[in-house]
């Protein structure tokens, strides 16, 4: 193949720097067949393209600065946020529900409804005496983690939303199990969900 001058995958360098890009944008498959000088292209200024072909998606990441290295550290591109707990334990509880799907050896995206969502939660979050608050709640961190890209809602289907397979890349197998372990123990302790 011709190497074609930069200009030529310009678009995907733009995508990538706008957030992930799945297999079903139309710049997928640009991606997949320059992924070596985009990859260079972004090595150049730091940054990492992490390619995940099998599973449909790619984003970038800025590896931390090597502290035995004597050249400054470049600025964050993006500002890393603290999850809240309640935003974690939903990531955590979409993640294990990925997992799932993965093992069931279904096809195509993984899609779960408010309810099923509000289902998952309920041990973390109890509604108590108040459904509404509960539902309100759970609202918000469907919101939150639809800003963030671990959600996306489907168009036409309001109360569907595709569990987006970013949070493969964001919480891994090993994490995924001790963040579980975290959070049983946390649902079996008595009065740790009335905050």
Not at 108 to 132: A, C, F, H, M
Request: aromatic residues 8%.
């Amino acid at each position: 193949m011709q190497p074609q001058p930069p200009q030529f995958y310009a678009p995907v360098i733009l995508k990538l720097l706008q957030g992930v890009v799945y297999s079903d944008d139309p710049h997928w498959d640009r991606l997949q067949s320059y992924l070596t000088p985009i990859k260079e292209y972004f090595a150049k200024i730091g940054l990492r393209v992490q390619n995940y072909e099998t599973e449909g998606f790619a984003y970038l990441e800025q590896p931390d600065p090597n502290p035995d290295e004597r050249s400054e550290p470049l600025p964050r591109l993006t500002v890393r946020r603290q999850l809240s707990f309640r935003v974690t334990v939903l990531c955590v509880l979409l993640r294990e529900q990925l997992r799932q799907f993965d093992a069931s050896d279904a096809t195509g995206r993984l899609v779960l409804s408010i309810e099923k969502i509000r289902d998952l939660l309920q041990l973390y979050l109890p509604e108590g005496n108040n459904e509404e608050r509960f539902r309100r709640e759970v609202d918000g961190l469907v919101k939150q983690a639809t800003e963030l890209g671990f959600l996306k809602r489907l168009s036409g289907q309001d109360e569907n939303y595709e569990v987006r397979p970013i949070l493969k890349a964001k919480i891994d197998a090993d994490m995924l199990e001790l963040l579980r372990q975290k959070l049983e123990v946390y649902a079996n302790a008595p009065g740790s969900r009335t905050d």
